[in-house]
């Protein structure tokens, strides 16, 4: 049973540049929740995707975006680039509904230059 | 505004010890709480998790405790081993906004389990 996963692990870009995150949910998963983990802090909530639709949004501007498919996967877009997007970017799944335990992938780590 | 507080950055213990991994939260909201252990490039596995009804919640060697009153959750791994080593994250939600709830994290405690 495969877990979450995420591509591409690592990503160089450049400032003002846009970058698309892939996630594919563990199997049986319908929700999926995106978070940034910068250098020494802890994960901090984007948005939340499920029936393909944004549910909840953390505290993120509008360069970040997503999409989920009929699949369940998921993708993050951030536009316009800067240099503290640079993090670790975190897909979890679950199943809907509240207190569902989420499930991490190993994470896309960003770096902008 | 820092809802979910880790205040000891690293912890220290030796091998078949007690460590003990303290967690405050200041939104009175929050009903659910969860661990998670993240190795170096890995990301973070769930360990376990403790309902606001409950005071205790316990897993083989791993055990959290609630204090509602105070807002106050701690991990106790009983015994400690090496393979222990890693960050150790709280996480918070309430069950009560959206469809799953999103998780506020703390900054994390790096465990170190030495022989």
């Known amino acids: 049973d495969a877990g979450v996963t995420q591509s591409p692990t690592h990503l160089i870009k450049t400032r003002g540049q846009q970058v698309t995150l892939r996630c594919s949910p563990k199997?049986?998963?319908?929700?999926v929740s995106w978070y940034q983990q910068a250098l020494g802090q802890g994960p901090q909530f984007i948005f939340q995707?499920?029936?393909?639709?944004?549910?909840q949004r953390g505290n993120f501007p509008d360069r970040f975006s997503g999409h989920q498919y009929p699949n369940y996967s998921s993708e993050l877009n951030v536009n316009a680039l800067l240099l503290g997007d640079s993090a670790l970017y975190l897909c979890?799944?679950?199943?809907?509904?509240?207190?569902?335990?989420?499930?991490f992938g190993p994470g896309t780590r960003l770096l902008v230059l | 505004d820092q809802q979910v507080k880790q205040n000891s950055p690293s912890l220290s213990v030796q091998e078949g010890r007690i460590s003990i991994l303290n967690c405050d939260y200041t939104?009175?909201?929050?009903?659910?709480f969860l661990w998670y252990k993240k190795y170096p490039a890995e990301g973070p596995t769930f360990l376990i998790s403790?309902?606001?009804?409950?005071d205790k919640n316990e897993d083989g060697r791993f055990t959290v405790f609630l204090n509602k009153s105070a807002k106050h959750l701690s991990l106790h791994i009983v015994p400690s081993q090496p393979g222990d080593s890693a960050v150790y994250f709280c996480?918070?939600?309430?069950?009560?906004?959206?469809?799953?709830?999103?998780?506020?994290f703390g900054t994390g405690t790096r465990l170190q389990v030495t022989l």
């Open positions: 979890a799944s679950s199943l809907v509904g509240p207190g569902e335990t989420q499930y």
């Open positions: 199997s049986g998963h319908d929700t």
């Open positions: 995707y499920y029936e393909e639709e944004e549910r």
């Open positions: 403790i309902s606001s009804i409950k």
């Open positions: 996480a918070a939600s309430d069950r009560n906004t959206g469809t799953a709830s999103k998780l506020t």
């Open positions: 939104n009175s909201m929050f009903d659910y």
